[in-house]
C-alpha cells in the first residue's frame, strides 16, 4: 500500500481529489472507453467533492465520461430524503458538475426485490469493465462501506442489517431520534471493492487512528474490514496527522520519507505518473 | 416538444433566503432537478448563463387602479384589450400578477365593468396575470373616503343584498374592501363574503376601532387596505385598525395581512419601520397606483376625477389630497429595502442584514405574501418546486432587469439580457 499523510483534512481533501483529476485526465476517457469510478458518502469525502467541483468549474476536469458507482444507499428511505446518499451525492455532488445521469449508479433503497437490486448492481459493474477506481472511506470500526465488523472478506453487493453503533453515529443526522434512523442498507461488498484496479481510502480525524492502526498494523481480519485491502496489488491511503495517532512512528516516518515520490502522484504536468504501478 | 430549461450562475430567493442554486423549468413551471436527474437520467436541453443575477419570484400587486394612461374604473374604457394591454406593460416593473382594483363607483359602472376583467393566466404574449377584481369601496366611510367621491358611497342598512345590488355579480371579484363599522358588515355581510363568495374581505377607509376591527377579523376578515392611511390614526388607547398588528384575540394561526404603499410619499419610512419590526409577515407592498403610473408630469384622468402628477406625487385636481401613487411596485420594494438599511444602527452587522434579511423581506413583501393573502402561495409568489415559472432578473440594486411570465421572456431592460444572449447550450 501507500500511506499519503497531510497535515490536516482540507490537505486530505485536497490530495484525494487531486489524485482523482490526475487518474482520470491521464486515462483520457472518451464515449469507448469510459472512466469507471466508484464514490463515498459522509463528511469524509465531501472536501474532496467540494475541490473536484472547483476542477469542473475550472474546466481542469471533466466527468462527460466518467461512470460512477456508490457504494451504499439506506433501505426504506424515501429518495427524496434528504438524509438519503441520493440525497447527499445530488447536493454535494452530482448537481455542480458535468456528469451524465445515465451514467450515474446508486443502489435503490427502495426496490420491490432487494437482492435483485443487489444482483444487478453487481452485473451493471461488470458490464462497464470494472471499476478503475474505487474510492472510500472507513468507520470508525474499520468498516468499508456498510461491510459492518464480521462481513465476509469476500463478500458481494447485498443487504446488511447495520450494527448498533453505526445507528447510534447516524442518529445525528435524523434529529438524534434513534427511531427514525434506518436499520439496514444496501451495500457493495469487500469483494466487489476489491475486484477494483485500484482502492483510494480517505481517512480523517482521531476517530479514525484506531481504526487505521487495525487496518494497516495488523493482520487481515474480518472485524476490520477495510484490513482486506492489504491483500489489493493497489492500496492507496490517504489521511491527515490526527488520523496517524494510533500508528508506529516506525510507520509515519517510513511514508512520510516517502512523500517525495508520492507527489508525482498528484503533479499537474500533464504527463501521467509513472508510479501507476504496483503498490 | 416539452424542453427543459436550466438558469445557472445565479441567486435565488427561496425559503426566505438567498441561495446560489440553478432554476429548471419545463412546461411553465418550476421544477425539481434532483428528480430529473434520477428518474429521467436526462439533462436541459438549453442552458442559460444568467450573469450572476438575483432570480426572485414576479411581483403580485393587490391593489392598482390603473397604469399607463388607462383606469379600471372607467365604464368607457373598459375592455378585454385595454386590460391585456397594461398586463403587457406591467412587465416593465417586474410585476407577472396582479388584481385590477375599481375605485367606488355607481352600481351601473359596476355592472358594465366587473364581468369584462376576467381572471386570465399570463404569458409573455399577453403580460401579467389577472388574479380577479379588488373591488375598493363604495361601503366605505365618508370620513375617510380619501380621493373616493362622497356621492358614491353607499351603506349597508340590508346586509348582503346591499352589495349584490351594487355590484351585481362578484363572480370575477377576489378582494373587496370595505369598512367594517357599517351596519351588518360584521355580522351578516363579511361572514357571507368570505363563506359563499370565496372573497379576501380587507377593511379600510374606514373610522372603525380596533375592537370591531377585531371582530371583523374573527368574522372572516384577512387584509388591510393601505395601513396607516384611511383610517383613524394609531392612538395609545384607542389603537384603531392598526392595533390589529398586534392585537392578541386572534387564534394564533390567523395571519392579519396589510397592505402598505411605500412610496416614500404615503408612508414615513418610521413607519414602514415601525409596521415590519412589528408584524413582519403581514407586510404586503401594494402600489394603489393611479393611470398615471408610468408616466411623466401632467394631468390624467382616475374614476370620475382629474389628477394631478407632479414628480412623486399624484393629487387631487384642485386639492392637496394625496389619490394614490405612482411608485411602480419595482419602485416600491427598492424603497422598502432603504427604508430597513435607514433603521439598521449597527454598521458593522449592516451588510450581512442586508443580504440575508432586507433584500429578502422586501421582496417577499411584493410575492409571497400577496400569494398568501390570495391562498395561492404554491403556485405564485414563489420559486419552489410546481410553482408557476413566473420569475424576474434583478440586479444588485434590485432594479428589473427581465421579467418571464410561465416560463418565457416577457420583458427585458436591454438586449443585454435577452435570452438568445444568455444561452449557452441549446437541444442536442
Given at each position: 500500500m501507500r500511506l499519503v499523510i497531510t497535515d490536516d483534512y482540507s490537505a486530505m481533501a485536497e490530495w484525494g481529489a487531486r489524485y482523482i483529476k490526475k487518474r482520470i485526465n491521464d486515462f483520457k476517457p472518451d464515449a469507448n472507453r469510459l472512466f469507471v469510478l466508484g464514490l463515498p458518502t459522509g463528511s469524509t469525502p465531501l472536501g474532496t467533492y467540494k475541490k473536484l467541483i472547483e476542477f469542473v468549474k475550472a474546466k481542469q476536469?471533466?466527468?462527460?465520461y466518467v461512470v460512477t458507482f456508490n457504494m451504499d444507499e439506506y433501505v426504506?428511505?424515501?429518495?427524496?430524503?434528504?438524509?438519503?446518499y441520493h440525497s447527499f451525492m445530488w447536493n454535494n455532488f452530482f448537481k455542480h458538475i458535468d456528469i451524465d445521469p445515465k451514467n450515474v449508479h446508486i443502489l435503490d433503497g427502495?426496490?420491490?426485490d432487494l437482492i435483485h437490486e443487489c444482483n444487478e448492481y453487481e452485473k451493471a459493474i461488470q458490464q462497464v469493465g470494472g471499476v478503475e477506481l474505487f474510492v472510500g472511506g472507513i468507520g470508525p470500526?474499520?468498516?468499508?462501506?456498510?461491510?459492518?465488523?464480521?462481513?465476509?472478506?469476500v463478500s458481494r453487493t447485498r443487504v446488511k442489517t447495520l450494527a448498533q453503533d453505526t445507528i447510534i453515529a447516524n442518529a445525528r443526522f435524523f434529529?438524534?431520534?434513534?427511531?427514525?434512523?434506518?436499520t439496514s442498507a444496501l451495500t457493495v461488498g469487500v469483494g466487489t471493492v476489491m475486484d477494483a484496479k485500484e482502492v483510494l481510502i480517505l481517512i480523517s480525524g482521531t476517530s479514525k487512528a484506531y481504526a487505521l492502526h487495525m487496518a494497516?498494523?495488523?493482520?487481515?481480519n474480518h472485524m476490520w474490514?477495510?484490513?482486506?485491502?492489504?491483500?489489493?496489488?493497489r492500496f492507496l491511503c490517504v489521511c491527515d496527522?490526527?488520523?496517524?495517532?494510533?500508528?508506529?512512528v516506525k510507520t509515519v516516518r517510513y511514508f512520510k520519507s516517502l512523500m517525495p515520490v508520492h507527489s508525482k502522484l498528484i503533479e499537474d504536468n500533464g504527463a501521467p505518473s509513472l508510479l501507476h504501478t504496483e503498490n | 416538444m416539452t424542453l427543459l430549461y436550466r438558469f445557472y450562475n445565479c441567486t435565488l430567493v427561496r425559503d426566505h433566503a438567498l441561495i446560489q442554486d440553478d432554476l429548471w423549468i419545463r412546461n411553465g413551471k418550476i421544477i425539481n432537478p434532483e428528480k430529473i436527474f434520477f428518474s429521467e437520467k436526462t439533462r436541459a436541453d438549453i442552458e442559460y448563463d444568467c450573469q450572476g443575477a438575483l432570480i426572485a419570484p414576479g411581483y403580485i400587486d393587490l391593489?392598482?387602479?390603473?397604469?399607463f394612461g388607462h383606469d379600471f374604473s372607467s365604464a368607457d374604457e373598459a375592455s378585454e384589450e385595454m386590460l391585456i394591454k397594461v398586463a403587457k406593460l406591467l412587465t416593465s416593473h417586474g410585476v407577472t400578477a396582479f388584481v385590477p382594483t375599481i375605485v367606488s363607483s355607481l352600481p351601473e359602472t359596476y355592472q358594465e365593468v366587473l364581468p369584462i376583467y376576467k381572471r386570465r393566466a399570463g404569458s409573455?404574449?399577453?403580460?401579467?396575470?389577472?388574479l380577479g377584481i379588488h373591488i375598493?369601496?363604495?361601503?366605505?366611510?365618508e370620513n375617510k373616503r380619501?380621493?373616493?367621491r362622497t356621492d358614491f358611497l353607499r351603506k349597508s342598512e340590508c346586509g348582503i343584498e346591499d352589495l349584490k345590488t351594487c355590484y351585481?355579480?362578484?363572480?370575477?371579484?377576489s378582494i373587496i374592501t370595505l369598512?367594517?363599522?357599517?351596519?351588518?358588515?360584521?355580522?351578516?355581510v363579511i361572514p357571507e363574503l368570505v363563506a359563499r363568495h370565496d372573497l379576501v374581505v380587507s377593511l379600510g377607509h374606514s373610522t372603525a376601532t380596533l375592537d370591531c376591527g377585531e371582530r371583523a377579523i374573527l368574522a372572516g376578515a384577512r387584509f388591510i387596505t393601505h395601513?396607516?392611511?384611511a383610517m383613524l390614526p394609531f392612538h395609545h388607547r384607542d389603537p384603531g385598525l392598526v392595533g390589529l398588528l398586534t392585537t392578541?384575540?386572534?387564534?394564533?394561526?390567523t395571519i392579519v395581512y396589510y397592505g402598505l404603499?411605500?412610496?416614500?410619499?404615503?408612508?414615513?419610512s418610521a413607519a414602514v419601520r415601525l409596521a415590519h419590526r412589528v408584524h413582519p409577515h403581514g407586510l404586503v407592498l401594494v402600489t394603489?397606483?393611479?393611470?398615471?403610473?408610468?408616466?411623466?408630469d401632467g394631468t390624467y384622468h382616475m374614476g370620475a376625477h382629474e389628477i394631478v402628477v407632479n414628480g412623486k406625487r399624484a393629487t387631487i385636481a384642485g386639492t392637496?389630497?394625496?389619490?394614490?401613487?405612482?411608485?411602480s411596485l419595482a419602485e416600491c420594494v427598492q424603497y422598502m429595502r432603504q427604508a430597513l438599511l435607514d433603521g439598521e444602527?449597527?454598521?458593522?452587522?449592516i451588510n450581512e442584514k442586508d443580504s440575508t434579511q432586507f433584500v429578502v423581506e422586501s421582496i417577499e413583501a411584493a410575492t409571497l405574501h400577496p400569494a398568501q393573502v390570495l391562498h395561492i402561495e404554491n403556485q405564485k409568489g414563489t420559486l419552489s418546486?410546481?410553482?408557476?415559472?413566473d420569475f424576474i432578473f434583478l440586479d444588485k440594486s434590485l432594479n428589473i432587469l427581465s421579467t418571464f411570465i410561465a416560463g418565457e421572456q416577457?420583458?427585458?431592460?436591454?438586449?443585454?439580457?435577452?435570452i438568445d444572449n444568455l444561452q449557452t447550450k441549446s437541444s442536442q
Open positions: 476536469l471533466s466527468f462527460q426504506g428511505l424515501p429518495r427524496d430524503h434528504p438524509e438519503s427502495n426496490a420491490t470500526d474499520g468498516h468499508i462501506a456498510f461491510n459492518e465488523p464480521g462481513s465476509s472478506l434529529g438524534n431520534d434513534i427511531k427514525k434512523v434506518p494497516i498494523e495488523e493482520g487481515v474490514t477495510v484490513s482486506a485491502f492489504q491483500n489489493h496489488p496527522e490526527d488520523a496517524t495517532m494510533e500508528l508506529k | 391593489q392598482i387602479n390603473g397604469a409573455a404574449k399577453d403580460g401579467a396575470t389577472i375598493e369601496g363604495p361601503f366605505i366611510a380619501g380621493a373616493h351585481g355579480s362578484f363572480e370575477n371579484v369598512a367594517p363599522e357599517l351596519p351588518n358588515m360584521v355580522e351578516n395601513l396607516f392611511n392578541h384575540p386572534l387564534p394564533a394561526t404603499i411605500v412610496d416614500t410619499v404615503h408612508t414615513h394603489d397606483a393611479v393611470p398615471a403610473l408610468g408616466f411623466p392637496e389630497t394625496l389619490c394614490g401613487s405612482i411608485a444602527t449597527n454598521k458593522e452587522i418546486f410546481g410553482a408557476d415559472a416577457a420583458w427585458t431592460v436591454t438586449d443585454q439580457w435577452s
